[in-house]
C-alpha cells in the first residue's frame, strides 16, 4: 500500500472507490474517513496537490516544518500528520481561530499568529535547520517571504512553495510573474523542480528549492 | 556560530518560570530574534526543559494559549479602535514632520552637516548636546523621532487590526486604505450603507461640492485613488477603473458588516474587471503599432 515516493504517513488509499492520498490523524474539515485515515483532497491544499503530481519533496516522514500562511489548517493538518514537530503561521485572526482546534488535537503542531513577512517575529520560537519550509502565502512578494525565512532552513532543507500569480499582478500573464519570482528565488535557493498546479489550482506553480 | 546565542538572540523560553503561562504569553506575541537558534536543545541545557520532548509539550501549550489570546483580542478589535489608531497615525505623521522641520531649521543654526526630515532628526537626536541651546534642539529631535516611531507603531497596529474588523475590504484595499474609508465614513455600518458611487469620491468632499455648485467637473476618484489599481492605470481609463474599484470596494464592506466572512469570488470579479479596462490600454498600442 505504501508508495515509495511518498512521506511515511502519506498513503494512496480507496474512498468510495477511489483512490486518494490520505493521512493519520482527527479529522479535520469534514474530509473522506477510513478508520484513523483521512482522505488528503489536492484540490484543497497545494501541497497536496504537488504530491499528487509527484513533485520529489524531499519528504520522508518525521521532518521539522515550518509551515507558512496555515489558514485555517487543512494542510497543515496534514503535515503535521505525517512530519515531526510543525510550526504553522498565519497572519489573519479568523482563519487562526479554526487553526487553534486543529493544533488542539495535534501535540506536535504550534499556531503563531505571525506575519510570514517579518520572521523575526518568530524567530524567538521557531528553530533553526528545519527539514522544510512549506508556504503558500496569498500576498504580494512571495520570493521575498521564501528568501527571508531561509534562514530556518538546514542547508539540505527543501522549500515547498506554492506561488499563486494572481497574488503578485492579477494584470500579467501567470508566466511571466512565474518567471519573476523564480528569478528572484534563485538569489537565495536552487530551484529544483517547477511545475505548473493548473490540474487542481489555477495560476499556481508549484516549486521545490533547497538553499545554495 | 557561537553555541550560545547572545542576550539580543534570546529564546522564548528564557529566564521564564515554566509556570508561568501569562509571561509565555508575552514572550511569544511581544518577543523576536533576528537569527532563529537550536531552541529545543538550548532549552534543555539551560534549565527550562528536562528534555526535548518536554520542551515541546511547553511550546504546544503555550502556543496555543498566546495565539488564542491573540485571535480573541483581534477580534474584539472594533471599527471605531480602527478610526482612532488611523487618526493618530496621521497625526504622529504631521506632527513629527512640522517638529523634525523646526529641529532641523534650529540645528542648522548650531550644526554643519544637519539634515532635512525625520532622517535628520534621528542624528541629531544621536548627538551629545553641548551647553543648553543645543540640549534644547537635541531634545526637540529626539521628540520628533519618537512621534514618527510611534506613527510606525500605530501603522502596524492598523496593519494588524483592519484585517480582523473587514477582513474583505481590508484585503481587496489594503489595511491602511480599509481603514481610511472606515474612518471617512464614520464607521463600517455607514460605510457599508453607502452607493458605490459615494465609495469613490470619499476624501474628495471640496471637489465634490465644487462640482455640485457648477464650478468643477465631477471628481473622479477620492482616497482611492491611492489604490495600485486607479494610480497604476493610464490617466484616460481612470475613470472606469475608480468606478469599478468602488463597485466592489462597497459591496466588500457590505459582505465585512453583514456576515463578515471572507468572500473569495468578490476579489476574483475586480481582478476580471481590471484585467479589461488594462487590456484596453493594450490593445489600443497593438492598433496603433499598426
Redesign the interface.
Known amino acids: 500500500m505504501s508508495d515509495p515516493d511518498l512521506p511515511v504517513g502519506v498513503e494512496r488509499r480507496s474512498f468510495d472507490g477511489e483512490t486518494r492520498l490520505a493521512t493519520r490523524g482527527p479529522p479535520v474539515y469534514g474530509e473522506p474517513t477510513d478508520g484513523e485515515w483521512r482522505a488528503w483532497g489536492p484540490e484543497r491544499s497545494k501541497l497536496g496537490g504537488m504530491l499528487e503530481l509527484g513533485f520529489d519533496a524531499g519528504l520522508s516522514g518525521g521532518e521539522t516544518v515550518l509551515y507558512l500562511g496555515a489558514a485555517a489548517g487543512t494542510t497543515v493538518s496534514h503535515v503535521a500528520d505525517f512530519a515531526g514537530?510543525t510550526y504553522a503561521v498565519e497572519?489573519?485572526?479568523?482563519p487562526?481561530?479554526d487553526?487553534?482546534d486543529v493544533?488542539?488535537s495535534r501535540?506536535?503542531?504550534?499556531?503563531?499568529?505571525k506575519d510570514a513577512r517579518k520572521p523575526?517575529?518568530y524567530?524567538?520560537?521557531?528553530?533553526?535547520?528545519l527539514d522544510a519550509i512549506v508556504q503558500d502565502v496569498a500576498t504580494r512578494g512571495q520570493a521575498a517571504v521564501a528568501t527571508r525565512n531561509a534562514?530556518?532552513l538546514a542547508d539540505d532543507g527543501r522549500l515547498l512553495l506554492a506561488v499563486k500569480a494572481?497574488s503578485e499582478d492579477?494584470?500579467a500573464d501567470p508566466d511571466d510573474v512565474f518567471a519573476d519570482v523564480l528569478a528572484e528565488l534563485r538569489g537565495t535557493y536552487e530551484v529544483l523542480e517547477t511545475e505548473r498546479l493548473d490540474r487542481f489550482h489555477e495560476d499556481h506553480l508549484g516549486v521545490v528549492a533547497t538553499p545554495k | 556560530m557561537t553555541n550560545e546565542p547572545d542576550a539580543a538572540n534570546a529564546g522564548w523560553f528564557s529566564d521564564l518560570d515554566p509556570e508561568d503561562l501569562d509571561a509565555a504569553e508575552a514572550e511569544i506575541l511581544r518577543g523576536s530574534a533576528e537569527e532563529p537558534e537550536d531552541w529545543p536543545r538550548i532549552a534543555v541545557e539551560s534549565g527550562y526543559a528536562d528534555s526535548e520532548e518536554e520542551y515541546y509539550d511547553r511550546l504546544h501549550e503555550a502556543t496555543i494559549h498566546a495565539t488564542r489570546q491573540e485571535v480573541r483580542e483581534r477580534e474584539r478589535a472594533d471599527d471605531q479602535q480602527l478610526i482612532h489608531a488611523v487618526r493618530a497615525m496621521d497625526d504622529c505623521e504631521r506632527v513629527a514632520n512640522e517638529l523634525a522641520e523646526r529641529a532641523a531649521e534650529w540645528a542648522g543654526s548650531r550644526f554643519d552637516d544637519a539634515e532635512l526630515g525625520i532622517a535628520g532628526a534621528r542624528e541629531i537626536a544621536a548627538r551629545e548636546p553641548d551647553g543648553d541651546l543645543e540640549r534644547r534642539v537635541v531634545s526637540l529631535s529626539a521628540r520628533a523621532v519618537d512621534l514618527a516611531d510611534e506613527r510606525d507603531e500605530l501603522s502596524a497596529t492598523v496593519d494588524r487590526v483592519a484585517p480582523a474588523v473587514a477582513p474583505n475590504l481590508a484585503d481587496m484595499a489594503g489595511p491602511e486604505l480599509a481603514a481610511r474609508l472606515i474612518a471617512l465614513a464614520g464607521g463600517l455600518e455607514p460605510l457599508a450603507k453607502k452607493p458605490s458611487g459615494t465609495v469613490q469620491v470619499l476624501g474628495a468632499e471640496d471637489a465634490l461640492f465644487a462640482h455640485l455648485s457648477g464650478r468643477a467637473p465631477s471628481p473622479k476618484h477620492g482616497i482611492i485613488y491611492t489604490h495600485e489599481f486607479v494610480r497604476g492605470t493610464r490617466p484616460e481609463d481612470r475613470g472606469s477603473a475608480a468606478r469599478a474599484l468602488a463597485g466592489k470596494l462597497a459591496l466588500a464592506a457590505r459582505a465585512d458588516h453583514y456576515s463578515g466572512e471572507y468572500r473569495e469570488v468578490l476579489h476574483e470579479d475586480l481582478r476580471e474587471r481590471m484585467a479589461t479596462i488594462r487590456a484596453r490600454a493594450a490593445s489600443e498600442e497593438v492598433n496603433a503599432n499598426e
Open positions: 514537530p497572519f489573519a485572526p479568523r487562526t481561530r487553526l487553534l493544533a488542539e501535540d506536535r503542531l504550534f499556531p503563531l499568529l523575526e517575529t524567530a524567538h520560537v521557531v528553530e533553526r535547520d534562514r530556518f494572481r492579477v494584470t
